[in-house]
């Protein structure tokens, strides 16, 4: 059975920093993986979403790698500022069906 | 943008009572799906749907529960006879052609039982 890990669970920076969210999945037979922003009683948006084939995706300040065989991708934010404060949720796809297997989320506080 | 719209935004229900979760999928889609997140936990997959039947359905997706496409537009989720552990925010997501493709979530109706 597929478990997500996302480390670390919570994450304050000031404004400007650069930071890395980590996602690992026990299961390297993945579809893809997906990243997720959730704000607060919000739905999910989604961000990048890396196949299998690929390495990494970029959009904007967001640059999300993955490297199925050991099992991780990143979330690399560049730049951040207080909007970016949300919970970042990774999510993989097997190559079974169609259903994501979420992480538990990081949760990101970019003070002003 | 397109979106994905669920109603309601907020449901509390006795405990035993019959509740229905409303969604409309954006309009060219083809794969329909519910998740759930109980306050503090993961989102956890409950069911997708495509070509008018259920295509997976995890554990958590038992009798009490079903899904409907009564219409062109309209997707719903059913729970028969709600338990306080279904108190949780449930998503509704659509997906283009292809299953793989990016899933869109609605904003999502939260549950509470009493």
């Known amino acids: 059975k597929q478990e997500v890990t996302q480390i670390p669970a919570a994450l304050s920076v000031p404004e400007g920093e650069n930071l890395v969210l980590n996602c690992s999945f026990t299961?390297?037979?993945?579809?893809?993986l997906q990243w997720f922003r959730q704000d607060p009683g919000k739905g999910l948006t989604s961000l990048l979403l890396i196949q299998s084939s690929q390495r990494e995706q970029t959009s904007g300040r967001l640059n999300a790698s993955l490297d199925k065989s050991s099992g991780r991708s990143t979330l690399y934010i560049a730049a951040s500022q207080p909007g970016d404060s949300a919970t970042y949720l990774c999510a993989v796809r097997g190559n079974a069906g169609n259903m994501l297997t979420f992480g538990g989320g990081t949760r990101l506080m970019v003070k002003p | 943008e397109p979106e994905v719209t669920q109603t309601p935004s907020h449901q509390v229900t006795q405990m035993g009572q019959e509740v229905i979760l409303r969604c409309v999928p954006i309009?060219?889609?083809?794969?329909f799906y519910w998740y759930r997140q109980i306050l503090g936990q993961k989102v956890e997959f409950l069911v997708s749907?495509?070509?008018?039947?259920?295509?997976?359905k995890s554990e958590i997706f038992d009798d009490q529960f079903s899904v409907e496409r009564p219409d062109g537009s309209n997707f719903t989720l059913k729970i028969r006879s709600t338990k306080l552990e279904d108190s949780a925010m449930y998503f509704c997501?659509?997906?283009?052609?292809?299953?793989?493709?990016?899933?869109?979530f609605g904003a999502g109706s939260r549950l509470t039982v009493l």
């Open positions: 997501a659509s997906s283009g052609r292809s299953g793989a493709n990016v899933l869109t």
């Open positions: 299961d390297s037979a993945i579809y893809n």
């Open positions: 749907f495509y070509n008018n039947e259920i295509s997976e």
């Open positions: 309009s060219n889609h083809l794969y």
